[in-house]
């Protein structure tokens, strides 16, 4: 353990990216307490005001939201929805990848199949088309990212539990009599811990800008709730007047996830013995 | 890969292109469910509020949606292996020829990308693996890890508000200028913009890997020994280490153009680019199910066959494929 911290914290890039997810979740957690204005307060008197505008530090929306509290908030919503798709697509994937690798046989065939299946539609467009099949929203749009990454983290537990099958220390606690479940649960499980962690890691930045691209096209968390993608949307109106209002949300998605991407790419360093 | 046993190439393609079947089976079950897995009755979903009780349920029989499901689906298979996906009603036209159309604009824009990214990938990923932590590598790993972050729709806003809005020298939306000009430069021309949107994040994920795989391949023990014997430096990196990276390079090739296919569906609806994505986009908001249907299989198709065709490049690159 001792070790994986050490290579972590050489890694500047990953300390960096340490850093920008730690910001962002603190600046999550409090924003209501940071918040200069409630975030769907309207002002038409103050509409698509600039950055540093008297009260309203970062300006202010077509409605006269303002942005710093509507960019507050949407973290929360980033964070939480991005995460909540992860753990879900995490905790799925592995059970299918346990699943397929431990009882093996037809089991393994279904799911591999099942998986070769999820495969074969591009990433993005079978999102889309779970929610034409759903209905747009934030609850579906988690659903139909955490269905679209269930294939992700099949794979890489299967392929594990596999390779983990083939120890002595396994076959010798077979051999003691450990039943199957235990095993499972046990030995297997605990050796696809590291893998599903920097899985994880590298995962949810692609969850986060997944989920705020289906908010983009209006498919996924909708308005008025302040939310980085659908902000984006809206935003394309007034992009001669207020480049701002685009700019902004775009800057807070592309932070956190390159937060999360370093933190992940020095995870997977730290955590993958070949790489040392 | 999958173990193939002898018989060479041809025998290897014929076994590949008979584990497509399933997935392409697959794949139109899937599809299938688009229209039949949504909440509520699709023909009443289809007419909206204003429709009759009777045009409802003459849909509801057009549709075949009184029978079986297996039924269904059988009879929905024979009419997409003969060309029919069915009719859009918002449209009020056939599904096939509205696709194909539209197709050819996601390819043109799917192909721009892909040109694009496997040009600046493949050059910034060979660079920074030959001169390995110099400054030309920290800067092309920089921005390789800064253009994996970024989302494509943002950045194509930010592209059309410095080159379209600012300078003027692309223009924001469309293939085509509305007067008169249709040629190719002025396809071209509307294509720099949303190409470069989508290739960016693709030409970053290249440039890792290239990366990667050269840096594996230059501590090889044969490039050790061709430098020994007094070859030039470009000669062993063009000679003996590019044409042995080039081989997990060519393995992502699928995995990317899945990824600018779907990546299109942001990228054309914000330039307005009249491809698949952004008509499906419209499609589903307004429930038109099998205007989504012949979207989405026209697409997967399209992948699976990419795949196939990519997993055949790399037994051709690698003969060692077809014997394991």
Redesign the interface.
Known sequence: MTDVVRVFRRSS?ALFGLGLVAVVAVLAMLAPWLAPRDPDAIDTARRLAPILTAGYPLGTDEFGRDLLSRLLYGARISLVVGLTATALAALAGSLCGLLAGFVGRWVDQLIM??I??LM???????A??I???L??GLVNGMVAVAVVNIPFYGRIVRATVLAVKQTEYVESARALGVSELRLALTHVLRNCLSPVIVAVTLNI?GMI?AL??LS????GVQPPTSDW?SM?AA??QY??VA?HV??L??IA??LT??GF??LG?GLRDALDPRLR | MAAVGGGGLPAYALRRLLLAI???F??S???F??LH???GDPAAIMLGAQATKEDVERLHRDLGLDQPLVVQYLRWMGHVVQGDLGRSIPLGRAVLPEVLLRFKATLVLTAGALAIALVLGLAAGIISAVKQYSWLDRLSMGVA??G???????TG??L??VFA?QLRWFPSSGMSSPYGGSGVADVLWHLVLPAMTLGTASAAALARLTRSSVLEIIRQDYVRSARAKGLAERAVIARHVLKNAINPIITVLGVQ???????A??TE??FSWPGLGSM??RA??ARD?PL?QGG?LL??TT??VV?LAVDLLYAIFDPRIRYD
């Open positions: 890039a199949r099942s070769d299946t074969a539609f591009p990433y993005f467009l079978l889309v088309a929610i034409a099949v209905g747009p930045g800008t705020a691209g983009f096209l209006g498919l993608g984006l935003s394309r992009l001669n480049p685009a700019a949300p775009g998605i592309f996830v390159l991407n370093l790419d | 399933p997935v392409l697959g794949v079950v899937l599809v469910a688009v897995l949504a909440p890890v800064t994996v972050s970024l989302p494509v729709f943002w806003i930010m059309i508000i809005l153009v899945g990824f600018l296919l779907g990546g569906i942001l609806t914000v499906m986009v589903i908001q199910y989504v989405v697409i997967a992948f699976v795949n």
